[in-house]
């Protein structure tokens, strides 16, 4: 884009080519498709996911039946929505389109219309299967190139080289493989659950959509609007008041939009230029709205769905990847409103209010903080109200709990009848009404967020269940609020706004389907991707590249994996690029890590790759956050990048942190410590941010910089300047490991080292960590029965003799007849947070300093 500044409608193309399809047909047949089959897609999600098809007996689907309908419907709007290059023509479908989208449609519905006999000859395809396959695969391609761009096409096709190719004589021998026929790789890639129709495109169908369709029929009520009007009149009229409210605006906007594109030219199209307008640069102001928006698909509840693929990859519940997520998601926002009001301090920038920056930074966390607490608090009792309903009513209960919470949503609406509907301009976002009026206006759209996660925080429901009520909700808002404000109002035009509200929920269904087209797409090539990795066995390839590049050293080892994360992420959308990097370099991680006595969670490790293929939607050459932010800013994109990186390494410094330090992720820690974990990392992550920016109390000099940067790493990782005076292990010789297993509390783990060689003949080295169960029993036994490990002594070693199937150290990797070199005892240390008392003396001298510097100033001044 050519122009400064982009309006509304621009956005809208913006995100339409980026998003849902930049092809508007003028002709009645076409502009009907591509209304009527996006609208048909979400209704059959709804469908598959109530309860009718069982109930009724009426088109009843398995999950692979599912996962084929689903990716039909996408690939067919990829080929009808989405025009073959940005200069084809946008106001019709040409012939050659119609046929490949429903070619790629009849072979992506292929498992569905050849269940039972794909079912009968399972493992043995026929010609017609494979021919397919292979044509699905190439329109699948095709269908994600058209809408997503040609990164996730190219890394595709290069796994795909190498599953056909990875057995020639010009690859080096380490990267080497027997190589794959055409038969054996299209069956696993399309004909079995190891390719596209697996894992992740399973998550799509089963769930994703249905966030997604939430997402857009929330927005489309309103709520982005009312969300993004309240963050500037909390935050407008502050120093840099424009900036702040594009941190908070994002951060709200993330929970329904899992585009990190979407939320920068939706919020960025009315905060980047108030930003301009009070002073920031275009770069900056772009740098701002792109590190805030991608912090949202960092957030919980959803993180752009990956929160659901994690608990599938990790094997951990929804509430666990939610509970892990939190702490970093709110200290990293909380730092980045501090790095906007440092930046206007640095450029002198003033607001209405006076307020003192400590006072400011104490209520942007006291709000964060209540936030938190209020939301779990009334998610606690409405908790505690159900069940005593329950109890009392029985079997009436549902309908009573249904009545009220529909009398509570009338009552609301009722009350933002009696405000002004919210005017969402640039102009109008300087004028906004009292916050208590803003308020008011929307309080009913907090009902279906707080429904959501009822379902998901307090009933333990499935993300697929809470999603579909949630959404379902979502519609009757669409079709009621309308009919409610006009009847609170004494407007007697009820029919009109009855049809405007089914208007509006149509378009709500439309534009949450067309939002999957590329979704989906990724998905479905993503597990190409996955399927490649399953066949050829690339992630351990992978594994040796790491620790060639990096010597066996852990921090370089961390380093590389974080750049190759980045640069597999590039031009990814959120989901997929997850799904690429997790699959390629978590094992990466947990491998190397092991092999050097770093034994991480595996939600951690998943999270470190999150975190660094999220970082390539900012990082140039391929940021396409910044590229949109930059089109609406009018600055250089790679400037814009490169400020936006800037602001963002914080976000970067998060993952290495919670390797070395899993208390942040909150994993096996009390509520007690968590607040105090909350506390210190915030100061810690505050701290940073003022020694990257150059200013804390005034302007720092190069060495205070330096000095609050070391007190911040301090504060994140106190246990780093603890290993190097106290070991914090104890070897102990083989032979003891049986008495060690004995004596261990019970629910506690015992740390072993072990060396042997594969089943295919790969020889490692590596330390594992074996749970002991419950206490009391010889340490034997305890291996055998809780860690599912049988061990002998032989000729003076120790050998593993039996692997029980299932069991911890079988899912660990550990083989027979491997060799237990040593047993690790925790060693008797002082606590880690003895090293917090020199690290705020530290910070203490360093404001102290400052403060006399300041104190001076104002006297010269004087």
Not at 239 to 266: D, E, H
């Amino acid at each position: 884009m050519t122009s400064s500044q982009i309006d509304a409608a621009d956005s809208r193309d913006f995100i339409a080519e980026a998003d849902t399809g930049a092809r508007a047909p003028t002709g009645g047949f076409n502009r009907r498709v591509l209304w009527f089959v996006p609208l048909l897609w979400s209704v059959f999600q709804l469908w598959i996911a109530s309860p009718l098809p069982y109930e009724l007996g009426i088109f009843v689907v398995n999950n692979g039946q599912a996962r084929s309908i689903h990716l039909a419907f996408a690939v067919f709007l990829a080929f009808t929505a989405f025009p073959t290059f940005k200069r084809s023509p946008r106001h019709t479908i040409p012939p050659q389109d119609w046929v490949l989208a429903l070619v790629g449609a009849f072979c992506a519905g292929y498992l569905y219309l050849f269940w039972r006999e794909l079912a009968a000859r399972s493992g043995a395809p026929n010609t017609t299967d494979i021919v397919s396959a292979c044509i699905g695969v190439v329109l699948l391609l095709e269908a994600a190139r058209r809408s997503l761009g040609l990164p996730l096409m190219a890394v595709a096709v290069v796994f795909m080289g190498y599953v056909f190719f990875g057995s020639s004589e010009w690859l080096p021998d380490v990267i080497r493989w027997r190589g794959a026929s055409i038969e054996r790789a299209m069956s696993h890639f399309w004909l079995t659950s190891e390719g596209v129709f697996g894992v992740a495109l399973g998550v799509s169908s089963g769930f994703v959509f249905l966030f997604v369709l939430f997402g857009a029929l929330l927005n489309r009520a309103g709520a982005g609007n009312y969300f993004l009007s309240l963050a500037f009149a909390t935050l407008g009229h502050l120093r840099g008041g424009p900036a702040k409210a594009a941190v908070i605006a994002s951060a709200a906007t993330g929970l329904i939009s899992g585009s990190s594109i979407a939320n920068v030219v939706t919020t960025g199209t009315f905060t980047i230029p108030l930003m301009k307008k009070v002073g920031f640069s275009p770069a900056k102001a772009g740098a701002v709205e792109v590190s805030s928006s991608i912090n949202g698909v960092l957030t919980p509840p959803v993180m752009g769905a990956v929160a659901f693929l994690m608990t599938e990859y990790v094997g951990i519940s929804y509430v666990e990847v939610v509970r892990t997520a939190i702490i970093p998601a709110a200290i990293s926002y909380i730092a980045l409103l501090y790095i906007v009001h440092l930046e206007s301090l640095k450029m002198g920038l003033k607001g209405t209010s006076r307020m003192n920056p400590v006072l400011f930074l104490l209520r942007a966390v006291l709000g964060v903080s209540l936030g938190i607490i209020a939301a779990g608090s009334v998610l606690w009792l409405s908790g505690k109200a159900v069940d005593a309903l329950e109890f009392g009513l029985g079997g009436m209960a549902s309908p009573v709990l249904i009545a009220l919470f529909l009398l509570v949503y009338v009552l609301l609406v009722r009350i933002a009848a009696r405000q002004p509907d919210l005017d969402l301009s640039v102009e109008a976002m300087q004028h906004l009404p009292p916050l208590p009026v803003i308020l008011r206006s929307g309080f009913h759209y907090l009902m279906p967020i707080f429904l959501l996660m009822y379902l998901l925080m307090v009933e333990r429901r499935s993300p697929g269940y809470a999603a579909f009520w949630s959404a379902c909700f979502m519609l009757l808002v669409l079709l009621s609020q309308g009919t409610l404000k006009a009847l609170f109002r004494g407007e007697g035009n009820w029919g009109a706004t009855l049809r405007h509200g089914l208007s509006e929920a149509c378009e709500g269904l439309i534009e949450g389907a067309r939002n999957m087209i590329g979704l989906a797409c990724a998905m479905a090539v993503a597990g190409i991707i996955v399927g490649s990795v399953t066949l050829t066995g690339i992630g351990q390839v992978m594994a040796e590249f790491v620790e060639f590049l990096s010597g066996g050293n852990l921090m370089l080892m961390l380093v590389f994996v974080a750049l190759i994360s980045i640069v597999l992420g590039m031009g990814l959308p959120t989901t997929a690029n997850y799904i690429v990097v997790s699959s390629l370099m978590a094992g990466v991680v947990v491998e190397l890590g092991a092999q050097n006595g770093l034994l991480v969670p595996l939600v951690a490790v998943h999270m470190f790759v999150f975190y660094f293929g999220i970082m390539a939607d900012v990082t140039p050459p391929v940021g396409l956050a910044s590229f949109a932010a930059a089109a609406i800013s009018g600055a250089d994109p790679m400037r814009t990048g490169f400020q936006a990186f800037f602001y963002s390494i914080r976000t970067a410094l998060l993952p290495f942190l919670f390797i070395f330090n899993t208390d942040l992720l909150l994993i096996d820690v009390t509520w007690a410590h968590g607040i105090v974990i909350f506390i210190v990392a915030l100061i810690a992550m505050l701290v940073f941010a003022a020694g990257t920016m150059g200013w804390f109390l005034t302007r720092s000099r190069l060495w205070e910089s330096a000095v609050l940067v070391l007190v911040a790493l301090t504060l994140f990782r106190p246990g780093f300047w603890l290993d190097r005076l106290w070991e914090p292990f104890d070897q102990r010789p083989p032979a003891e490991i049986f008495a060690i297993a004995e004596a261990a509390p019970g629910g506690g783990t015992i740390r072993v080292a072990l060396e042997g060689m594969t089943i295919d003949g790969r020889e490692v080295s590596s330390y594992y960590r074996l749970p002991m169960g419950e206490a009391g029993r010889p340490g034997a036994e305890r291996l055998a029965q809780s860690a599912g490990l049988e061990l002998v002594e032989r000729d003076g070693a120790v050998i593993v003799d039996l692997i029980t199937f299932g069991g911890p150290a079988e899912q660990a990797g550990i083989d027979f007849d491997w060799t237990v070199t040593r047993v690790e005892l925790a060693n008797d240390r002082p606590p880690k947070e003895i090293f917090f008392l020199p690290a705020f003396l530290l910070l203490g001298l360093v404001a102290f300093m400052q403060r006399r510097r300041l104190g001076r100033s104002a006297v010269v001044t004087a």
